[in-house]
């Protein structure tokens, strides 16, 4: 039998999956597989990021893009440390994801060398399937293994590499085969869904919760509310999979949801959770009313809220056959009375998106981003208050891609997703937002973006504050305390790293702003100025929220002296009453 290195065994498994890029830094301790990728540069391009958190957000944006799995690299020791949030990240939303990372040579594990530290040990929490490589030999089929579980479980799959373990050359047992995940076909029993119909036939005022398990179903969902005429609202991760503009659509539930969203989950007597692990219990039925849920996965079958009938499987496959078994509904007027509600919400939020004021307001940039937004335009949504503006003033639609960290909810993951759209959809436009204090974290691999020539637009949204970070503070009667940002002028940072950047300060300046990006071919950082009294306010205020900013201004008054700034009262009432 012919020989091979055991690091260009380990890339030809990548190669068979169909792997074609990888993101990392290279150092000592990984440089073996980094050598096997120069080798194979041109079936694999390596990403040379300017930090190892970049690197697994990317790589887990790529995944939340385009259903494939994706690779990022680093060194043991600091590197490992870093790649952590970005695993998490791919943890949380349930993405599979392969990450490579070096460690201490063989004979130096467990001696405290230079930069060792127990990486086992710490990916232990974050890994479906982790695994210190001892055997040159079994490489390549690890890394299959690793690769098939990380897509079986939906996590991620970790291999440790120590430095010297593939510099050998071992027996070439490797295949030329090409290999690609095939999801399982689920089809529920006839009886579950006999069940969930006779349900849905019995109720007066079902509500749809869709969330990112369903977005590989995205006509399927639409097919089966149009059908039982009921009410729908997705999760934060599933905008865009019922466009916002469907007549049917009530937007997000939850506190950066809508207030129509929030009346129609206390009025309804049937839940119908689709893809979904939705945790914030309080904004579903105050009521144990019946409940259908449909999960891929049986572990959250249950896990928020009393389920009637479980049916377990891919939306794709079991949303046909539920909408086969409903009757078809003509007329309803739960439905009816939800959109006059959802008639007056958007009167309210284009009021809202129209506002001219200076210093120039959160809403109407989201507006004018909208404006320039191409039909497929792929959006990454930083975390923050540049989520609430997002995700109720965009309005985006069945072509458009939303990704942002949804279950971890880590600042800094608009950039990584911005770059990982890019080379996901290469012709397509990739638009970014964040707040300063997200994109301040990651703002270095901007830079990267110019060097792969990678065109994108960035917008931060600038107030030099942590602002969701303030009106926490504000909600829990807490005094605002450490969220002022020292300013930094982003425009000329783009401009330092090869790219365009833009400042605006006044709203006339917004819309040739916008338009100089779209037009660019290069990354552009659209660095605007925004109000930093602009309140990310929940679509529905509830009493505790009322409670806490009381408690705020009280104290603001009595120990600082100040009453704080507060919103509108037009704009309190409405989210009140």
Same mark, same amino acid.
């Given at each position: 039998?012919?020989? *091979?290195?055991?690091?260009?065994?380990?890339?030809?498994?990548?190669?068979?999956?169909?792997? +074609?890029?990888?993101?990392? =830094?290279?150092?000592?301790?990984?440089?073996?597989?980094?050598?096997?990728?120069?080798?194979?540069?041109?079936?694999?391009?390596?990403?040379?990021?300017?930090?190892?958190?970049?690197?697994?957000?990317?790589?887990?944006?790529?995944?939340?893009?385009?259903?494939?799995?994706?690779?990022?690299?680093?060194?043991?020791?600091?590197?490992?440390?870093?790649?952590?949030?970005?695993?998490?990240?791919?943890?949380?939303?349930?993405?599979?994801?392969?990450?490579?990372?070096?460690?201490?040579?063989?004979?130096?594990?467990?001696? &405290?060398?230079?930069?060792?530290?127990?990486? !086992?040990?710490?990916?232990?929490?974050?890994?479906?399937?982790?695994?210190?490589?001892?055997?040159?030999?079994?490489?390549?089929?690890?890394?299959?293994?690793?690769? %098939?579980?990380?897509?079986?479980?939906? &996590?991620?799959?970790?291999?440790?590499?120590?430095? +010297?373990?593939?510099?050998?050359?071992?027996?070439? /047992?490797?295949?030329?085969?090409?290999?690609?995940?095939?999801?399982?076909?689920? !089809?529920?029993?006839?009886?579950?869904?006999?069940?969930?119909?006779?349900?849905?036939?019995?109720?007066?005022?079902?509500?749809?919760?869709?969330?990112?398990?369903?977005?590989?179903?995205?006509?399927?969902?639409?097919?089966?509310?149009?059908?039982?005429?009921?009410?729908?609202?997705?999760?934060?991760?599933?905008?865009?999979?019922?466009?916002?503009?469907?007549?049917?659509?009530?937007?997000?539930?939850?506190?950066?949801?809508?207030?129509?969203?929030?009346?129609?989950?206390?009025?309804?007597?049937?839940?119908?959770?689709?893809?979904?692990?939705?945790?914030?219990?309080?904004?579903?039925?105050?009521?144990?009313?019946?409940?259908?849920?449909?999960?891929?996965?049986?572990?959250?079958?249950? %896990?928020?809220?009393?389920?009637?009938?479980?049916?377990?499987?891919?939306?794709?496959?079991?949303?046909?056959?539920?909408?086969?078994?409903?009757?078809?509904?003509?007329?309803?007027?739960?439905?009816?009375?939800?959109?006059?509600?959802?008639?007056?919400?958007?009167?309210?939020?284009?009021?809202?998106?129209?506002?001219?004021?200076?210093?120039?307001?959160?809403?109407?940039?989201?507006?004018?981003?909208?404006?320039?937004?191409?039909?497929?335009?792929?959006?990454?949504?930083? *975390?923050?208050?540049?989520?609430?503006? !997002?995700?109720?003033?965009?309005?985006?639609?069945? #072509?458009?891609?939303? *990704?942002?960290?949804?279950?971890?909810?880590?600042? &800094?993951?608009?950039?990584?997703?911005?770059?990982?759209?890019?080379?996901?959809?290469?012709?397509?436009?990739? =638009?970014?937002?964040?707040?300063? &204090?997200?994109?301040?974290?990651?703002?270095?691999?901007?830079?990267?973006?110019?060097?792969?020539?990678?065109?994108?637009?960035?917008?931060?949204?600038?107030?030099?504050?942590?602002?969701?970070?303030?009106?926490?503070?504000?909600?829990?009667?807490?005094?605002?305390?450490? =969220? /002022?940002?020292?300013?930094?002028?982003?425009?000329?940072?783009?401009?330092?790293?090869?790219?365009?950047?833009?400042?605006?300060?006044?709203? @006339? @300046?917004?819309?040739?702003?916008? #338009?100089?990006? %779209?037009?660019?071919?290069?990354?552009?950082?659209?660095?605007?100025?925004?109000?930093?009294?602009?309140?990310?306010?929940?679509?529905?205020?509830?009493?505790?929220?009322?409670?806490?900013?009381?408690?705020?201004?009280?104290?603001?008054?009595?120990?600082?002296?100040?009453?704080?700034?507060?919103?509108?009262?037009?704009?309190?009432?409405?989210?009140?009453?």
């Amino acid at each position: 039998m012919s020989k *091979i290195k055991a690091n260009l065994a380990l890339v030809k498994a990548l190669k068979n999956w169909g792997i +074609d890029h990888v993101y990392g =830094i290279p150092g000592d301790s990984i440089d073996s597989v980094v050598d096997a990728l120069k080798h194979e540069e041109e079936s694999i391009k390596f990403y040379n990021v300017r930090h190892e958190e970049v690197a697994t957000l990317a790589a887990a944006s790529y995944t939340k893009l385009t259903g494939k799995i994706a690779v990022s690299l680093g060194i043991g020791g600091p590197g490992a440390v870093h790649l952590l949030n970005g695993m998490y990240d791919a943890k949380m939303d349930n993405v599979p994801t392969l990450v490579l990372c070096g460690h201490t040579n063989t004979d130096q594990i467990g001696s &405290g060398y230079f930069q060792e530290v127990d990486i !086992s040990t710490m990916f232990q929490g974050v890994a479906v399937f982790n695994q210190i490589v001892t055997d040159p030999n079994r490489i390549f089929d690890t890394v299959n293994e690793a690769i %098939k579980t990380a897509y079986d479980e939906s &996590g991620v799959a970790v291999l440790t590499i120590p430095g +010297d373990i593939l510099k050998t050359e071992i027996e070439d /047992n490797t295949l030329d085969k090409k290999y690609e995940y095939v999801r399982p076909h689920f !089809s529920a029993p006839t009886d579950k869904i006999a069940a969930a119909a006779e349900l849905i036939g019995n109720s007066k005022n079902p509500v749809v919760l869709a969330g990112v398990g369903t977005k590989g179903a995205k006509d399927e969902v639409i097919h089966f509310i149009e059908r039982i005429k009921a009410p729908a609202m997705i999760t934060l991760p599933a905008k865009g999979i019922i466009p916002d503009t469907h007549p049917q659509s009530l937007g997000n539930i939850g506190k950066i949801g809508t207030k129509p969203a929030f009346e129609a989950m206390k009025e309804a007597d049937l839940l119908i959770l689709l893809g979904t692990n939705y945790p914030y219990v309080s904004y579903l039925p105050d009521e144990n009313v019946p409940c259908i849920q449909l999960d891929i996965n049986l572990k959250n079958i249950g %896990k928020r809220y009393d389920v009637d009938v479980p049916l377990i499987g891919h939306a794709k496959d079991i949303l046909p056959e539920l909408t086969q078994a409903c009757d078809t509904v003509e007329r309803r007027p739960f439905l009816e009375a939800c959109q006059e509600n959802m008639v007056n919400w958007n009167k309210w939020l284009e009021e809202d998106r129209m506002k001219d004021s200076t210093p120039i307001r959160p809403e109407r940039v989201m507006a004018e981003i909208e404006k320039i937004a191409e039909p497929d335009a792929t959006f990454s949504i930083d *975390i923050g208050t540049s989520t609430v503006w !997002s995700t109720r003033y965009l309005r985006l639609d069945h #072509q458009n891609q939303f *990704i942002t960290s949804a279950w971890l909810g880590t600042m &800094g993951c608009a950039l990584p997703g911005a770059i990982a759209s890019k080379i996901a959809f290469p012709e397509r436009q990739a =638009i970014a937002i964040a707040g300063d &204090g997200g994109f301040s974290m990651v703002m270095q691999d901007f830079v990267t973006a110019v060097y792969y020539n990678l065109p994108m637009i960035v917008v931060v949204m600038n107030n030099q504050q942590l602002s969701f970070i303030k009106y926490e503070q504000q909600a829990a009667g807490e005094l605002e305390y450490a =969220i /002022n940002l020292a300013d930094i002028d982003y425009a000329k940072f783009a401009e330092s790293c090869g790219g365009i950047g833009i400042n605006v300060t006044t709203p @006339e @300046e917004l819309a040739p702003a916008m #338009q100089q990006a %779209k037009a660019a071919d290069k990354p552009v950082i659209v660095n605007v100025y925004v109000d930093q009294d602009a309140a990310p306010l929940p679509g529905q205020i509830v009493f505790d929220e009322m409670l806490g900013y009381a408690k705020f201004e009280i104290r603001s008054l009595l120990e600082e002296g100040k009453l704080e700034k507060m919103p509108p009262l037009k704009t309190l009432i409405r989210r009140v009453l």
